[in-house]
């Protein structure tokens, strides 16, 4: 297939999903949008913690762990706006815009549209990441005094931008997973990406230590490309803990090259079964 | 002349929970470059089936396709680049979008360079009638133009061979037939635009196609020019009654003998129904007329007509393609 088609499709896509989500809101009600969502998350785990700590026994607020949190928080943005972005725009082509088959039958193929529509899942995410952690900083380091250890001068940005990039590829298999499940279901869109996401806020270190969990639950955090991509993130932002990037970086490679088999592998099952089936072209009465 | 679409004892079953369709038995077809080829007949005949396996939508339980001499499961891909798909009664774009970048999104998927995406772009909507809404959101397009979009869309591509699945379904009669007329042309300007075509419109697959197939419960029943066709219903008798009724039971006239089918229509504004009554021989008509009498059903008319594809699919199948008003073979 020509490369040019394929640009040009991954380009249309990222304009195509900028509409989308801009349509209904101007472009000032949307930034505000875009900002207001993560930061709420943010603030709600942040007061938590706070008055979680003044309110313990010893009172003893601690700011490494408030930092843990804080970054954490930041970045599952990530998981939130690629994974969910990708798992409903099945649903949404295929049901709402019935444009699903004529996407599915050009020569650029779905798999470079549904790339497209993530990467401006990529975009909204990076621009979301920014404003929260700008502003959860001002708000939390700024107004109410909390002193959050992050050394802007000290980041180590090649391991960020490493960590970044790996990760990208894990949300985007990940994201290529659901999408699969999405061609072969019908009205589950919304629940498996909150199961999905759910599961790996849960499990994947995003505001406490993996270590707090159960043996089971460490085993499953100690699967998720997540958990490592989280680490690689705090160690390359705050230097927490003791930490081994080569070996992470090695575990996070591994476990997101498992995630491409597993998000190719579920994207062309679902393909496959799209033909048998009919289903690319399927209508939902309800 | 050489075969745009090949098909080999096509075959597709549904299995559903309950029951097992066969929505296409074993049907094989060639049609040629060039030709506008129209598959014809009654809703549920196996025609979007057909269709859908065509485009590479679906796969076939057996039998053989070729599109292009691109086998439709092995080679998909090379099917996609050089067809297109325009279906009747659906969303032709994004909503949210206005025509203009619908077609544009469509025109870069398709691969066009943004020179020859404008110019196509301008010249399609130019020509379809509707560049006044170039900058309007498709969502508050009529029926009619989001259909004009729709088959711009199509063509956006050049594509080689053109599939239409009931593409003036809904529409008002002038929309329709401007883009029949649009379509017909196009077939005759392009090189290689092969079309095929399905409806169950007997007048229009009469009127755009070179050839048709007549299509019942997924078999092919007959196959050829409308005008071969035709012909070969000329040594029956064609009558056309309407009745001041649109309740009075008439499965009698399917038995009897020399019926060789018949169709009935009814309209419930004027509280009238027509039968269209396929006889072999004269004589059975008077026989009919008098079973009418005595049935005490007020005749407002008689009328002998000429066949039309509506009679040549009653004489196949002994029965009209509207669903509930059906005879049987006598």
Redesign the interface.
């Known amino acids: 297939?020509?490369v040019?088609?394929i640009l040009?499709?991954v380009?249309?896509a990222i304009?195509?999903g900028w509409?989308?989500d801009t349509?209904w809101a101007n472009p000032l009600v949307f930034a505000i949008y875009y900002l207001v969502r993560p930061l709420a998350s943010l603030l709600i785990v942040g007061f938590i913690f706070l008055i979680g700590s003044l309110a313990s026994p010893s009172g003893v607020f601690d700011p490494q762990y408030f930092a843990y949190m804080f970054v954490g928080n930041c970045f599952f943005v990530y998981v939130t706006h690629v994974m969910m972005s990708m798992s409903i725009l099945i649903h949404e082509d295929r049901v709402h815009?019935?444009?699903l088959?004529?996407?599915?039958?050009?020569?650029?193929?779905l798999k470079w549209?549904i790339l497209g529509r993530a990467l401006n899942g990529v975009l909204n995410a990076s621009t979301s990441l920014i404003l929260t952690l700008g502003f959860g900083l001002l708000i939390f380091q700024g107004l109410l005094g909390v002193q959050i250890p992050i050394n802007w001068l000290g980041i180590d940005f090649p391991l960020l931008a490493l960590s970044l990039i790996i990760g990208m590829f894990c949300f985007l298999a990940l994201g290529f997973m659901l999408c699969g499940i999405n061609i072969m279901t019908s009205r589950v869109q919304f629940m498996l990406t909150e199961y999905v996401s759910g599961t790996l806020y849960l499990f994947g270190g995003v505001v406490f230590l993996p270590e707090i969990l159960p043996s089971w639950g460490q085993t499953i955090s100690n699967a998720l490309p997540i958990t490592y991509f989280l680490k690689s993130i705090r160690f390359a932002i705050l230097h927490q803990t003791s930490f081994d990037a080569q070996t992470n970086i090695a575990y996070l490679v591994l476990t997101t090259v498992g995630a491409i088999i597993l998000g190719i592998g579920v994207f062309k099952i679902a393909e496959y079964k799209a033909?048998?089936d009919?289903l690319?072209?399927r209508k939902e009465e309800y | 002349m050489s075969q745009s679409i090949e098909t080999r004892d096509l075959t597709r079953i549904f299995k559903g929970k309950s029951e097992t369709v066969k929505a296409l038995n074993k049907v094989s077809l060639s049609i040629g470059e060039k030709e506008v080829f129209g598959l014809l007949g009654p809703n549920g005949a196996g025609k979007t089936t057909f269709i859908?396996i065509l485009?590479?939508?679906?796969?076939p339980t057996s039998g053989e396709a070729h599109v292009d001499g691109f086998n439709v499961v092995k080679e998909?891909?090379k099917v996609?680049?050089i067809?297109?798909?325009v279906s009747g009664g659906?969303?032709?774009?994004?909503?949210?979008?206005s025509v203009r970048?619908n077609l544009?999104?469509?025109s870069?998927?398709?691969?066009l360079?943004s020179a020859v995406a404008k110019e196509k772009i301008k010249g399609l909507m130019a020509d379809l009638d509707f560049e006044e809404y170039a900058n309007t959101r498709m969502a508050k397009l009529s029926t009619g133009y989001r259909q004009r979009l729709n088959l711009a869309?199509g063509l956006l591509?050049d594509p080689k061979i053109l599939f239409l699945d009931e593409p003036t379904l809904g529409l008002d009669v002038l929309t329709a037939k401007k883009l029949r007329s649009y379509i017909v042309d196009w077939a005759k300007k392009e090189a290689k635009g092969t079309v095929l075509l399905t409806t169950h419109y007997m007048a229009e697959a009469d009127e755009m196609c070179d050839r048709v197939a007549i299509i019942d419960q997924g078999r092919i029943l007959a196959c050829g020019s409308p005008n071969t066709l035709k012909e070969n219903l000329k040594e029956n008798q064609i009558m056309k009654v309407e009745t001041a009724s649109i309740q009075a039971d008439f499965g009698f006239i399917d038995k009897m003998v020399g019926v060789i089918g018949y169709s009935q229509t009814r309209n419930i504004q004027t509280g009238t129904t027509t039968l269209k009554i396929m006889v072999s021989d004269d004589e059975i008509f008077s026989k009919i007329m008098s079973e009418l009498e005595k049935a005490k059903l007020k005749i407002l008319a008689v009328n002998k007509t000429e066949p039309t594809l509506e009679d040549v699919y009653i004489s196949l199948v002994g029965r009209g393609f509207e669903e509930g008003e059906a005879g049987t073979h006598a």
């Open positions: 297939m020509a040019n088609t040009r499709t380009k249309q304009w195509l509409k989308i349509n815009y019935e444009v088959k004529h996407i599915y039958l050009s020569p650029a193929s549209y033909r048998r009919g690319i072209d | 859908k485009t590479t939508l679906l796969l998909a891909d996609r680049k067809i297109s798909l659906e969303t032709p774009g994004y909503g949210i979008l970048e544009w999104f469509f870069q998927l398709y691969g360079s869309r591509s």
